[in-house]
Every structure is written in C-alpha cells, then in structure tokens.
C-alpha cells in the first residue's frame, strides 16, 4: 500500500498539486463531540467541571498514557497515547498528566480534578517536592504554565488500585465503562513535550534550518518549496524539484525523505556526515555491529 501511495505521489506531482492538512482537527472534534451530545437539561457549569484519571507507564515493549476524562454532565472520554520515543517511567508519567492538561483545554473544561498514581508528580506539581533532574524541571514549567489556563485545579494522588482504567489504557489497551456518552481515542506522540519549550540543540540526526534556507545545504530547494512553494525560475529544474520533492515532507521543521516500507528518514546536513557515521561505527551502536 505504501508503495502505491508514492507511485500515485510521483504521478500527482507533475500538476502542482499540495496537500495542507488542517491544523488540530482532532482537538475540534473532539470540543464538537461534546458540545453535541451533552443533554441541554445539565446547567453548563456542570459541563465544565472535568474529573480525570490519568496514568502513564513505561517498559521494555514502550511507553504509554492513559486518560480518561468525566463531566458532570455524563460524557465519557477514554485516551490511549503511544509514546513513539524512548521515555523513563517519571517521563511518562508527566507525559501523560500534561496530555490530560491539553485534552481538557481542547474540551473547554475551566475546572479540573486530576487523580494519577505517581507520587512523584503530585508532590512536584503542588510544591511538596523538588524537581532535581534537568528534564523533569523543563516537564514540571511546562505543566505549571498549562495549569494556570484553568479557573481551578486540584491534583491527588489516589493508589493504583483505584486507577486501573487509566492503568490500562497506558499500557495501550481499552475497557468500556457502563453508562454515559463515550468516545475512545488513540493517539500517538512523536517527540517529547518540552522539546517545543526547550532551546533548540544540535542532535546526531538534526537539520540546521538556517544552513538550509541560506542556500547551503542540499536540501534548500526541498525545503524552500514544501515549506514555501518556491520553485526555481528554469521550469526544467521546477518540474524536477517538484517530480523529486514528492519523496520528500516537513515535520516540525525538519526534512524527511520518505520511505516504502520503512518509517521515514531524517535528512541531515554536508557538515554532519562525518560525525554521524563515527557515530555508527565508534559510538553508542557500535558495540551491536558484530550481531
């Protein structure tokens, strides 16, 4: 199937056509589903007061989140997030409390009741603890920044006993609960929340943008024109751009090639050829070369 995908891409790209998806569709349908199926008859600030159980766990086959989310008007919503990066238990944990934070504001919730089962978060987010790693103090700004949108917050901690639902849905499977109006999601999250709220670093695999816009990468025309639609003035080399850009997308500001079979490739720069490959040959990986 992903190979007939590119062929038809391949095939398309010779009339200029572009795909623009819709920025948070998913949050928007989310807010409609509630807005359609909360019974008119429960006042709206009932509607607006959200209880959520939220559990994030983390093991050898992956990390995950679990959430679920409660109105007094009845309405049920039941999350599955995948964690598609590699993440410590406390990492998942605060994972998945600010995906409940970003889920309840999508929802329109003003007041919000929070119950996890990590300590660790409840005590860090209401003051009792320190955060003394460097990633857990970027988590815990980011989620004091997300809870002051709301009009009031409380945050327990309750036993894992009385958190096994969310439990379960962090562990990437599903159960029904009897009663009210539901809806089941799955989500995955491709890269760790505070890398939005963090300075940018040069990683093994990362794309310099400026090197690519100021016309010193291989990758400038790919990027000028799937992030801006500018084409060279030869309409020979604007045909090929384009015929060759096809294979190619833009995540998070980042050039990747895609794949046949296989997740897409991160493009990286002239400059990082060499560090990358030592990297292959004499770092981390490099002790797996001989299996």
């Known amino acids: 199937m992903a190979g007939r995908m590119l062929k038809w891409s391949v095939e398309l790209s010779e009339f200029d056509i572009r795909y623009e998806s819709r920025k948070a569709l998913k949050a928007q349908a989310l807010a409609d589903f509630v807005a359609e199926m909360t019974p008119s008859t429960i006042p709206n600030s009932e509607a607006d007061k959200w209880t959520i159980f939220v559990d994030g766990a983390s093991n050898s086959a992956g ?9 007094g008007a009845g309405t049920i919503i039941e999350v599955s997030v995948a964690l598609s990066f ?21 929802v329109g919730a003003r007041e919000v009741k929070i119950f996890t089962d990590s300590q660790l978060v409840v005590s860090q987010v209401i003051g009792e603890y320190q ?22 917050i409380e945050v327990k901690h309750v036993p894992r006993g009385d958190n ?32 939005e709220h963090t300075s940018p670093t040069l990683s093994v695999m990362a794309v310099d943008v400026n090197s690519i816009e100021d016309g010193t990468s291989w990758m400038t025309n790919y990027y000028t024109y799937l992030a801006h639609g500018h084409l060279p003035e030869d309409e020979k080399e604007a045909k090929t751009l384009q015929r060759k850009a096809s294979s190619y997308c833009l995540m998070y500001d980042k050039l990747y090639k895609r794949g046949i079979s296989i997740p897409l490739l991160k493009c990286i720069g002239e400059d990082d050829v060499d560090y990358v490959l030592r990297e292959i040959h004499e770092g981390i990986n490099g002790q797996h070369l001989g299996g």
Do not use: C
């Not at 955060?131 to 009031?152: I, P, S, T, W």
């Open 63 to 71: 990390a995950g989140a679990g959430i679920i989310l409660e109105n």
């Open 86 to 106: 590699p993440a410590s238990n406390n990492q998942a944990e605060y994972e998945a409390f600010l995906a409940d934070l970003r889920l309840a504001k999508d």
């Open 164 to 195: 096994m639902r969310a439990d379960i849905f962090s562990k990437l499977a599903s159960t029904k609960k009897k009663g009210g109006n539901k809806s089941v999601i799955q989500e995955i999250l491709p890269r760790p929340s505070i890398e």
């Open 131 to 152: 955060a003394k790693n460097d990633h857990l103090q970027d988590y815990l700004r980011l989620v004091r920044e997300m809870l002051a949108l709301f009009d009031y």
